[in-house]
């Protein structure tokens, strides 16, 4: 009987075919709109006002952000659960915080000491967060 195991992962088992089509769209599609400064603020602004988006109407049955901001919260949702960020509520209307994962089921989170008075603002100091996470990570590209 042959032997199939091997030594070293695959690329499969790795996800490079992932790791390499996420760079390249983040490449292509998301810096460009992060480095253009007025493009970036204004970003950061309809975040700011809806940050898990606009209410659904009769016309749109569903919560709607502009097709630039969906790219970018796409962007940031994807990747490894390591060191992501959450919201943990630990005062329902008063206290929300950011916790950090460790990518690691079971083990708790890390909860840090900045205190948001609502879960948009909560999500919202995230999405900062990502966006400067990101733009750091490709800062010498």
């Known amino acids: 009987m042959a032997d199939y195991s091997y030594k070293d992962p695959s690329n499969v088992a790795l996800n490079?075919?992932?790791?390499?089509?996420?760079?390249?769209?983040?490449?292509?599609?998301?810096?460009?709109?992060l480095r253009d400064p007025q493009k970036l603020k204004e970003l950061i602004e309809e975040?700011?006002?809806?940050p898990i988006g606009r209410a659904p109407t009769k016309d749109h049955g569903?919560?709607?952000?502009?097709?630039?901001?969906?790219?970018?919260l796409d962007k940031l949702r994807r990747g490894p659960l390591n060191g992501k960020l959450?919201?943990?509520?630990?005062?329902m209307h008063e206290d929300y915080r950011i916790a950090i994962t460790t990518g690691?089921?079971?083990?708790?989170?890390?909860?840090?000491d900045e205190s948001y008075s609502s879960q948009e603002a909560c999500e919202h100091a995230i999405f900062l967060k990502r966006v400067n996470k990101l733009?750091?990570?490709?800062s010498g590209e």
Do not use: N
């Not at 490079?16 to 709109?33: A, W």
């Not at 919560?63 to 970018?72: E, G, P």
């Not at 079971?106 to 840090?112: A, D, F, K, L, Q």
């Open 16 to 33: 490079k075919g992932h790791k390499h089509t996420d760079d390249f769209i983040t490449k292509k599609y998301i810096l460009p709109m």
């Open 62 to 72: 569903m919560v709607q952000h502009s097709k630039d901001l969906i790219a970018l």
């Open 47 to 50: 975040h700011r006002a809806t």
């Open 104 to 112: 690691v089921r079971g083990e708790p989170v890390e909860i840090t």
């Open 135 to 138: 733009l750091e990570q490709y």
């Open 86 to 91: 959450l919201i943990v509520c630990l005062k």
